[in-house]
Structures are given as C-alpha cells and as structure tokens.
C-alpha cells in the first residue's frame, strides 16, 4: 500500500508540472489574440530590387497596429498574388514584425526551340511574359497552355512544350520553351449513327470537315477543330432542314484521339424525324405601303411544297429588301412558324411590324488614312437627305470596292437621331495601291523575258493612275507611260493619255515591227452600268520581212505606216469584282476608224461577253464570247493589222496558230509556214473555277476546267501565188469551221511572282493549225 502511495505521489510531482505549463501558455496565447502586440517596428528581410517600403505597401499590418494571426496570413497571401516573390514568411519576433522573402528573378531572355511549322514572332505574340519583367511559375504554366492551345488550332494535338530555366548571375534567368510539335492530328473518320434517309457519304460530302488521304494534301479541313466540329452541326441541321426534316437534331458529336494522337475519328449521332411540308402561307403587312397580297407573291415558300428552311430565309432577306427600296431601312420582318405534328404541316405568317420611310441623315467614311474622303464619296449612290435605298446601297459598296484601294470595304446602317434618320457608316482598310516591281520569268510563247515597272492606282490618295513600264525578251522590247484621272474637273468623266515605243519579233508570222505613238482618251457613263468611251491614237510603224522568205503573201507588207485614228466603245458591266469576278456581266462594243490622216485607212469593229456566276458556293462557271472583224477603206488590209488568235484566247493551241497560214511547196510537216492572220474571228469559253479547299486558297493557288471554242479567217489574198523565185506558195486554213480544246489550268501567286500552267487538248483543229498540250508561264518580282 506505502508502494503505491509513493507511485502515486511521483505521478503527481510529474504531471503537474507538465499541466500547468500548458495551462499556462494556452493563457499567454489567448491573452495575445484578445489583447494582442501591438507592433513597434517592421523588418524587411530577403529583399534585394525590390524597395521594403514596395512590400510594407502590400502588408494589412503597419506599425501601431496590434498584431494579429489572421491579418499576419492575409498579408503572407496578398504578397504571394503578387507574383514578385517565390516564398514568403510572415511572423513576429517581440513587438517586431518580421517579413522575409524570396524574390522572383527577372527574365533575361525568352527562346523557343524545337518549332518548325510556327515562327518565333507568331509565338510570341502569344505569351504574356517578356524579357525585363518578373518570372512566375504560375505565368510560366499559363503560357505553356498557350503555346500548345496555338499547335491544337493548327491540329497538333501531339505537341509538348518543356520550359526550362536557365540561372544568370544577378538574380536573372533565361526561359526556354522546348516544343515538340509532333504530327499532325488529322481526322481519321467521321461516322454517322442514326441516320436512315441520307447514308453516310452523302452526310459527310456537307460538312466542312474531312477525313484525311493522301490526295488532299492542299487541303486544311481535315485537321480536327473543335470550332469546325460545331460548324458542322449546324451544316448538318441546315441540310436536314432543306430536305424537310423540320424536326432533325443533333443528339451529340463526340471526337476521339486516337493513342497515337495522329487520328481524330469522330462520331455524331443524329435523329432525323419525320418529313414536312409547308401549309398556310401569309403575309401580314403594317406598312400600308407594303400590300401583304404583293408581298406574298414575293416570297419562295409555297403550300403544298417540301418545307426547305432556307427558303424563309430567303423569304424575310427578299422582303426586307424590296421593303429597303422602298425606303424602309429599318423593316423589322418577323416569320411566324407553327409547326403541325399530326399533319406534318408548317404553316408561317411573315409579320412586316411597322417602320418610318428612313432618309440617310449623315455618311461617315472611317478608317481612310490616305485616300481622299471626296475619292470614296463620288463612287457611292446616295448622299446627305436622300431617301434609303438598299439597292443603291449595295451598289455603292461594290464601286468602292471596285476601285482595289481597300482590302475591306464594310458598309453599316445605324439609327440616327430620330426613327426616320439612319448613318451610314463605310469603313475602310487601305492596302498598298503602289507596286515597284521588277521581273525575271519564261513564257512559253515570249521565252526568257524582264520586266521592270513602277505604277500607283491612287496617286497621292486622290483615285489617279499612273504607270511606267518596260519590257524585254526575245521577241518584245517596249517602253509605255500611262496615266488616268477618273474625275476630271470633279466630273462624271475619266480622261487619260498613253505613249509607247515598241519593237515586237513576230515570229510566227515572219515580220518585225518597230512602233511609237500614243493616245487620248476620255470616259463617262450613260446609265450606272453603261460606259461610253471616245479616244484618239496616233501610231508609226515601220515593218520588215524576215530577209529569207520570199513568200508573196508576205511582200508589199513591208515599209513604214502612219495609223490616226478614232474609237468609241460602249461598255456594260455589272461584276461584282472587276478582277476575281464571282456573280455579274461585262459586254463591250467598239470600233475603230483609221483614215483621220496617215495612209493606214479601215474600220475595225470589236465585240465581247462574259458571264459569271456562282453555281454552288465558291464554285463560279463563266461563260465569254468575243468576235471581231476588219475591212479596209479602199485598200486591203495589211499583215500587221489583221488579227492573230491562238494562246492565250484558245489554249492548246500555239501563240498566232489558229487561223490561215501558208505552205510553200516541197515543205515537209516538220516546217509550218507563217501565220497570216486573219480579218475575222471569233472565240467562245466555257470556264468552271474550282476551289481547292482552305489550304490552296491561303496560298493563292486556283484550278478551273475550261473548253475553248474558235476560229480565225478571211484573208485579202488568193488560194495559191508563185514568187518571184518561182515558188508554189498554198494558203491554209482560211476557214470559218470551229477549232476545240480542253483543259485544265492552274494559277499559283506565288511570292516569286504569278504562275500558270494549262494543259489543253485540241479536240478539233486543222492540219493547218499549231497545238501545244503544255503551257506554263512564272515569274518573279524582287
């Protein structure tokens, strides 16, 4: 019993103790957050560039203020998100708050390393750190996501960026992003489930997106995208929607990455629903001007017909645009859609809500740094107080488009400061309109040939023309000065001025021309779309026979020629775009009176059309026709006047190698005679332009299909001749019967210059004739 007594008392003596320290120290503790410290004095320690009054500013703690663990961790954090320091502690030594850091260092220099098919600048620009400022991990991290964020858009989903850090001296670092870009992730298959009226091709032949082969290597749409994928959906409901199927959906569209991370293969299930077709239709007019029976011939839904989607679309655009002819710039058209489940029926009301007659108050030009305001004010339809015209709106936005000053052209209606006022808002972005340019390239009907010229399409910003050109190759030396002003006096009327000196080989047709002259000319316009055209030219020629042939088709066509002459042309067109056209017209007439003085006397009479259009999105079919013909005032026509027809206006065919030619007799077929030209001719073309897909285009390059149909005749001379040496010279081909070719073609502008290459197949041509299946033309500008 005294054993346990004395255990127990040993216990005690130890326990007590250790309790009553405790006991104590929970006191101290809880007497200093009730209470508190108040602080006396701050130090700063770690801190190297950065100045302790910096870090003291971004503290929740100043001196005088009692101490505090909450307020001591707030402040450890708010130093933290500032992203200057790599650690921070946040404590108290007596009445001393005691702040220690570790700085940050600065970055010296950013490199990329690894990176092939994305520039430096181009990543950089993505990135948010930069040389001289503070290094962060957290920053670090983030810009990695951007980097491979870039590859992804691009379809490089196998792409890893490793940043690594390098120490300097001083507390500074290098940053170096390794990247591996790894192949490309291009979509592998893309699968359908679901779908039951339209199979799996027809389904894929509307998307945007395709599936990779080897063929389709120009192409960019079959590297997966997430935005295109969403695209693609609603090209999907689109199609559906046109069928009838008003109730199609897309029930999900899942792309997988396959382990490799080189194929996307990507599945959309679909329900299609039942078919509809359109019931009632009306018109629901408050505009009393807008008749609703009026309205509703306009429109292209129809009872009775398949339900297609895009003709309600059609529908309201058409309405609002003869609602904007008639001056309403604001018609706000409404269709109404009910939907009939148990007929399969779609019955739509088109509600015109009521809209003022809008008269334009004010028209800003924007953005227009070089170009005269006045240059893009004569080119548009409607000024200050007329009232709204959709249609002249649009026509004035496709002149000053016309005139290849701007890379955008971007016409925005506004409310004014009343609901019968609107601002027209044309904003611009000016491209370069001058071009220095010298060239080296081969042609396969001019050879090797240079090329040196300077023009500018908007002299000193005020729409004027004016070019100096020069040209040398093997059959063509030429010097020509240009110069247009489209407004002269502030008029309605261009009036310009060419001179040139030429010395043309025309090697086909055995005779060299020496040439000087010039000309004056003036345009104005009939009607918006018709353009008459008057000039003056004044031409000296001086031409000589190849000295070895004795051909009498070729003598008295030797000597020197004065032409002065005058010519008038009428011109329609309505192209949408005067150098890629997609949609419009162009039809041109002139003639060409020689015998104002000189000794060349005769009427030259020209003809041409085009016509473009577009038959399904990018895809544009042109068809053209052109003729002419020349007949002498009292004398015939000479060699050098006639006309010469074969590449470039029928390809598959040599340069002048349609049309009459002479055969002296004993020749064998190896030797064509020369080319004679002719006093007639006509062509015609049929021309389909072929998108190669999102990668082509960014790089210039076009394809189209063609068929060319021509021919050349009437020549002032006899079937046969004898020489003066006693020859039996034949005359050939002087026929009226069509020549045929097809091709294809490829243009490239390439940054070395434009290149062309066509291969055609004369289908139909003459003995007579010369053919060529390959025909390339490129060149370079430095």
């Not at 708050?97 to 098919?117: C, D, Q, S, T, W």
């Amino acid at each position: 019993m005294q054993q346990y007594k004395i255990i127990g008392l040993c216990l005690f003596a130890i326990l007590v103790p250790v309790f009553g320290f405790n006991s104590l120290h929970a006191q101290t503790v809880q007497a200093l957050t009730e209470e508190g410290v108040q602080i006396a004095n701050i130090e700063i320690i770690g801190n190297q560039r950065i100045e302790a009054t910096t870090i003291e500013s971004y503290l929740l703690l100043n001196i005088g203020d009692t101490y505090t663990e909450q307020l001591g961790d707030a402040s450890l954090k708010r130093l933290y998100n500032t992203g200057l320091f790599s650690d921070v502690d946040v404590g108290r030594r007596g009445a001393t708050l005691v702040v220690a850091v570790v700085e940050n260092p600065i970055i010296n220099r950013i490199v990329f390393e690894g990176n092939k098919y994305k520039d430096d600048e181009d990543l950089y620009e993505e990135i948010q750190l930069r040389p001289r400022i503070v290094f962060s991990r957290a920053k670090v991290r983030a810009d990695v996501q951007r980097i491979l964020e870039i590859y992804r858009r691009g379809g490089r989903f196998a792409a890893t960026v490793d940043p690594k850090i390098i120490q300097l001296e001083q507390n500074r670092v290098n940053l170096v992003f390794e990247i591996s870009e790894g192949a490309k992730s291009v979509i592998g298959k893309i699968n359908f489930l679901g779908n039951e009226v339209f199979n799996n091709d027809i389904l894929r032949s509307k998307l945007a997106s395709v599936e990779s082969r080897w063929w389709k290597f120009l192409a960019s749409e079959d590297t997966y995208d997430p935005d295109r994928l969403t695209y693609d959906q609603q090209l999907l409901r689109d199609f559906y929607r046109e069928q009838g199927y008003a109730d199609f959906r897309v029930t999900s569209a899942v792309a997988e990455l396959a382990p490799d991370k080189r194929n996307f293969f990507i599945n959309i299930s679909v329900e299609e629903g039942e078919l509809y077709h359109f019931g009632e239709i009306n018109v629901e007019s408050h505009i009393e001007e807008l008749k609703p029976e009026v309205m509703l011939e306009a429109v292209f839904t129809k009872q009775g017909e398949l339900y297609d989607s895009t003709a309600i679309d059609d529908s309201v655009e058409f309405l609002t645009e003869i609602a904007g002819l008639r001056g309403y710039a604001f018609v706000d058209i409404r269709p109404q859609v009910r939907r009939n489940r148990r007929e399969r029926t779609v019955d739509i009301i088109y509600v015109i809500n009521e809209a003022p007659r809008v008269y334009v108050e004010e028209i800003k030009i924007i953005d227009n740094v070089r170009t005269h305001d006045k240059v893009i004010r004569r080119e548009l339809r409607l000024v200050e107080g007329d009232a709204y015209n959709s249609s002249k709106l649009n026509r004035s936005e496709i002149r000053v488009q016309s005139l290849q000053f701007f890379r955008e052209v971007e016409v925005e209606q506004i409310e004014g400061t009343a609901a019968d006022k609107t601002i027209l808002e044309i904003t611009v972005e000016e491209q370069p309109t001058g071009e220095l340019s010298a060239g080296l390239g081969y042609s396969s009907f001019e050879g090797f040939l240079v090329n040196f010229s300077i023009a500018e399409r908007n002299l000193l910003g005020k729409g004027q023309f004016v070019r100096l050109g020069t040209q040398l190759s093997k059959r063509r030396k030429q010097v020509d000065l240009s110069f247009t002003e489209p407004y002269f006096m502030d008029r309605r009327l261009a009036m310009g001025s060419d001179i040139f000196l030429r010395d043309t080989n025309f090697i086909e047709s055995g005779f060299r021309q020496k040439s000087y002259g010039g000309a004056l000319r003036i345009a104005y316009p009939i009607t918006e779309y018709v353009v008459m055209g008057l000039s003056y030219g004044f031409t000296k020629d001086t031409v000589r026979i190849n000295t070895f042939s004795d051909s009498p088709y070729l003598a008295n066509n030797s000597g020197n020629f004065t032409t002065s002459s005058i010519s008038y042309s009428l011109t329609y067109d309505s192209l949408d775009n005067p150098q890629k056209p997609n949609r419009g017209q162009r039809a041109t007439y002139s003639q060409e009176f020689a015998g104002v003085g000189g000794n060349e006397k005769f009427i030259k009479t020209r003809a041409s059309y085009d016509f473009y259009y577009p038959i399904y999105g990018t895809w544009v079919f042109n068809i053209g026709a052109e003729g002419g013909h020349i007949f002498g005032l009292g004398q015939d026509i000479r060699l050098n006047k006639r006309f010469f027809l074969g590449n470039p206006q029928i390809r598959g065919f040599k340069e002048a190698g349609v049309g009459p030619r002479e055969y002296r007799d004993g020749f064998t077929e190896l030797f064509s005679g020369f080319s004679l030209g002719g006093n007639t001719y006509y062509k015609g073309t049929a021309e389909l332009f072929i998108p190669l897909g999102g990668g082509a285009r960014d790089l210039g390059i076009e394809a189209s299909l063609y068929a060319d149909v021509g021919a050349l005749f009437n020549v002032d001379a006899e079937d046969s001749l004898i020489s003066e040496s006693g020859l039996l010279y034949t005359l050939l081909g002087d026929t009226a019967e069509p020549r045929v070719s097809v091709g294809i073609g490829f243009s490239w502008n390439s940054p070395f210059g434009p290149f062309r290459i066509d291969l055609a197949k004369a289908i139909k041509n003459k003995p007579s004739d010369e053919t060529e299946f390959f025909q390339f033309n490129v060149g370079t500008r430095f």
